[in-house]
């Protein structure tokens, strides 16, 4: 496995290297650790794999991911993140947990897994909701026609949310029934429009 080398002496850091895995921040001794107050802005280039890093960064405010990457598990407790841009590559689902402020999720257009439909991500199909970021603004959410699947954690430590409309073509919510599930962190969300779903 190559290595990958992290820039932290000025505000942005520029994550570079052929490394299958990106594991920067479990790391205790890693130049570049939790609680980073330093760093505004990341940009992973093409070589990486597999993001699981980038917990608490807390003046992070936006993360540009490149083509290579298949998988993201990362940008955890990041208070101040507000948009995240995601290649080509990526092809698991992902959950960026307690970012409260995250605004906007773009998808590559090239992307064969996942798109973005006013900045909520489905999968390419249109059968499944993926993720509606935290902070989009709206008070209420209208999930579109088509929808048999919404993912666990679609609406995790949403902030605006206060009514979800779910047409009647969904019939699972991932492997689990229990709008705690649905709405784990959530601040405001009350009802949906589907009788007997939740």
Not at 16 to 33: I, R, Y
Not at 64 to 79: E, L, R
Not at 111 to 137: C, E, F, H, M, W
Request: with cysteine.
């Amino acid at each position: 496995m190559g290595a990958a080398a992290v820039d932290v002496c000025r505000a942005d850091a520029l994550v570079t290297g052929e490394a299958a895995h990106l594991d920067v921040l479990l790391d205790d001794q890693s130049e570049f650790d939790s609680d980073n107050d330093d760093v505004t802005s990341i940009i992973i280039e093409d070589g990486i794999y597999y993001v699981n890093s980038f917990g608490y960064c807390k003046n992070l405010e936006s993360v540009k991911i490149g083509d290579s990457v298949k998988t993201v598990n990362a940008f955890w407790n990041c208070d101040n993140l507000k948009t995240i841009t995601i290649g080509k590559g990526l092809e698991n689902d992902f959950t960026f947990q307690n970012c409260p402020k995250l605004e906007s999720v773009i998808i590559s257009n090239e992307n064969p897994n996942y798109t973005s439909k006013d900045g909520v991500i489905y999968s390419k199909d249109g059968t499944r909701l993926v993720y509606y970021p935290a902070n989009l603004q709206g008070t209420e959410y209208v999930v579109l026609t088509g929808v048999t699947q919404i993912s666990r954690n679609a609406f995790y430590y949403n902030q605006n949310l206060k009514k979800i409309v779910v047409p009647e073509t969904v019939q699972a919510i991932s492997s689990y029934d229990d709008s705690e599930v649905l709405f784990s962190g959530a601040m405001s969300a009350e009802s949906t429009a589907k009788a007997g779903l939740l």
